[in-house]
């Protein structure tokens, strides 16, 4: 294979057809704003949520106002690593630009590959205006690292996701009307079963074999960045403890986690386990939800949930229903904030109180903590996702709504006016 096999645009003006048929992600639109501007565009996240196809999506947009010959595309993954630089001259020799004065675009992937590469890329940065870097690649926790470390105010940094659910309903082109969702009720249920096997990974959109994707999500993305990912970045003996944290976590879903708790559990100290976990997080595996208080201070030393990062963890370790929808809903609606006081307790809190009640009927006792909090902190309205009731509750001048997990999916989590 050759530089030019990759950078089919040399030739025929436009990114390889398997790229170009792919629907764009919502991020895409979000990080096209920063294309013009002089900082160098990271794309992290989590193994296998598309960020190959996001930085092609990038360059077929600037195609439509760039020469063609004024975009590289590199891939470490294919080709001899060399330094950065090598890789400049042999794209000046190959298409005739002038890599110190042609206004370019630069597109390094699987950059983690490549040894030094932060440190060449900062000199590249400061003594050539005319180029502008994007970069990626598979083990985006060395990335981020290197990026915030020696790159710190010459790149913005992108996390891109597992889609939410009405995203995935986008990009697999699944019709409904978002004036009429009742009609295609049973439709999006059917899909929903399925993302929550898949936790919305693009690859295993279409795939219906439950065996194939519990085993791309073991191998292909918790053992990849549990034996490998976090093991480059970071200090770590034991890549299988990271494994069994994960599993734990995955297991029961939105668990308060006590790290001297499990450490006497896992007979290790509360050092190791905290650590672990900090890594966990940065790989993008499990996120921490922070119990509520309006001082930010008090709510960092609280107790703390842990969720795995997408709801096809909470499936593959088979957690129960309601901790599986819990973490459905903070995949598709991020929150630092839960509330517990003693026999109260709400999952979610952000610019209102979420709770999840997914279950067959709701009683006045399903709002109790929703209220209490609502009247405690003096907010106006909350919100309760239910399997199939749909109805305000008004309390004086506060509402609490009710709404179909379904419907609320796709609808982006906003209440009804």
Do not use: C
Request: aromatic share 12%; no cysteine; proline share 3%.
């Amino acid at each position: 294979m050759e530089m030019q096999d990759i950078n089919p645009w040399w030739k025929t003006g436009e990114i390889a057809e398997e790229f170009k048929k792919m629907e764009r992600r919502d991020l895409f639109y979000e990080v096209s704003k920063y294309t013009k501007d002089k900082q160098i565009i990271s794309i992290v996240g989590l193994r296998r949520v598309g960020k190959t196809v996001l930085l092609h999506h990038l360059i077929d947009s600037l195609l439509e106002n760039t020469k063609k010959d004024n975009i590289l595309y590199y891939n470490f993954d294919l080709f001899e690593d060399i330094s950065i630089e090598e890789i400049l001259k042999k794209y000046s020799a190959l298409v005739g630009i002038d890599i110190n004065s042609d206004k370019l675009s630069i597109f390094l992937d699987e950059l983690q590959k490549h040894k030094g590469w932060e440190r060449e890329l900062k000199i590249l940065y400061d003594n050539h205006r005319n180029l502008k870097f994007f970069i990626s690649g598979s083990s985006s926790l060395l990335i981020e690292k290197k990026t915030k470390e020696s790159l710190a105010g010459r790149a913005y940094s992108f996390e891109i996701r597992p889609p939410p659910f009405k995203e995935y309903l986008r990009l697999k082109r699944v019709h409904y009307e978002e004036k009429r969702p009742a009609l295609y009720k049973k439709e999006i249920n059917d899909e929903l079963k399925r993302y929550i096997q898949t936790g919305g990974f693009p690859e295993l959109m279409h795939e219906r074999d439950e065996s194939k994707i519990k085993r791309y999500i073991r191998e292909l993305v918790i053992d990849r960045v549990t034996y490998i990912d976090i093991p480059k970045v970071f200090d770590v003996d034991e890549p299988e403890l990271l494994v069994r944290l994960l599993s734990i976590i995955s297991a029961k879903p939105g668990m308060i986690f006590d790290y001297d708790s499990v450490a006497n559990d896992l007979k290790r100290n509360r050092k190791t386990i905290s650590n672990y976990i900090f890594y966990l997080e940065k790989a993008f595996l499990i996120k921490k939800v922070y119990n509520f208080s309006k001082n930010l201070i008090t709510s960092e030393k609280k107790l703390k949930r842990v969720y795995p990062s997408t709801v096809a963890l909470a499936s593959l370790y088979s957690a129960d229903q309601g901790s599986t929808i819990e973490t459905l809903v903070l995949q598709n609606h991020e929150s630092r904030f839960f509330y517990r006081k003693q026999d109260k307790e709400v999952d979610f809190i952000n610019e209102f109180p979420i709770e999840v009640k997914y279950q067959e009927s709701i009683v006045k006792q399903d709002l109790k903590s929703v209220k209490y909090f609502m009247d405690f902190f003096k907010f106006k309205r909350g919100l309760i996702i239910t399997k199939d009731t749909e109805k305000d509750e008004r309390i004086g001048d506060t509402k609490i709504v009710l709404i179909p997990l379904w419907e609320w999916l796709i609808t982006k989590g906003k209440d009804k006016k």
